[in-house]
């Protein structure tokens, strides 16, 4: 069983930077994507991005790319978020979430069914 815990968040202005991580204990967590989802008050949850097992092949939404970057560090079971240029539009619940399956080409994970474990979430509030 894998399990995900983020942290990191926080209340901050906008313009300021945050990064989150997602510490994850398992048996296969190394060889597992690893993504992060967003979901701010009376939306649905959204995709942010995503990263391969070994890091060299990073993904993002549009609305955070050139902003946010994704990274992993294997060695640490640690997966980051770190998050430039806040906007309000921001605000959110950020999670972190990984699959059960093994890394595929062929799997599309900036789909929430793709994946099978999530953290609980940490809050990130970004002030005008």
């Known amino acids: 069983q894998v399990q995900l815990v983020e942290s990191g968040g926080g209340l901050v202005q ?4 945050l990064r989150l991580s997602c510490a994850a ?3 296969t967590v190394g060889s597992n994507a690893m993504g992060w ?14 990263i391969n097992p070994s890091g060299t092949r990073t ?3 549009d609305s955070v790319k ?12 640690t997966e980051y978020l770190q998050m430039n240029s806040l906007k309000p539009d921001d605000t959110a619940v950020y999670y972190c979430a990984a699959p059960r399956a093994p890394y595929s080409l062929s799997i599309d994970y900036r789909r929430e069914r793709n994946y099978d474990y999530w953290g ?6 970004v002030s005008s």
Do not use: L
Request: charged content about 20%; proline content about 5%; cysteine-free.
């Open 37 to 50: 989802f967003r979901q701010a008050p009376g939306k649905a949850r959204e995709y942010v991005a995503a």
């Open 59 to 61: 993904y993002y939404a």
């Open 25 to 27: 204990s398992g048996p």
């Open 120 to 125: 609980q979430g940490t809050q990130v509030t």
């Open 66 to 77: 050139g902003r946010f970057t994704i990274s992993r560090d294997n060695a640490k079971n």
């Open 14 to 17: 906008a313009g300021a930077s």
